[in-house]
């Protein structure tokens, strides 16, 4: 009869020690499901900026093509004006 605590001491404490690391496995299953999580969301964060960074971009080219037809433009219209000045001077 003195065999039978220790082998159910002994069994309690493998049983212990089996649910301990089961909660350790899940523990650390979520911990990697939340790793992932925020890894994918920065992925998405980046992507975005990537996007944000080249319609600003293609913005700013836009501009520049802009302010150099407007610049053709003023010059065109001024080089039409001194022309008809001069041929109204002759």
Do not use: C, W
Not at 13 to 42: C, G
Not at 48 to 64: F, Q, R
């Amino acid at each position: 009869m003195s065999t039978s605590p220790k082998r159910t001491t002994t069994t309690t404490t493998k049983t212990t020690r089996i649910v301990s690391s089961s909660n350790n496995f899940s523990q650390h299953m979520m911990e990697q499901r939340d790793n992932a999580s925020l890894h994918l969301d920065l992925k998405t964060a980046q992507a975005g900026e990537e996007h944000l960074k080249n319609l600003l971009i293609g913005l700013n080219e836009k501009m520049a093509v802009y302010t150099e037809l407007k610049a053709d433009l003023a010059g065109s219209q001024n080089f039409g004006r001194n022309s008809e000045q001069a041929r109204l001077d002759l």
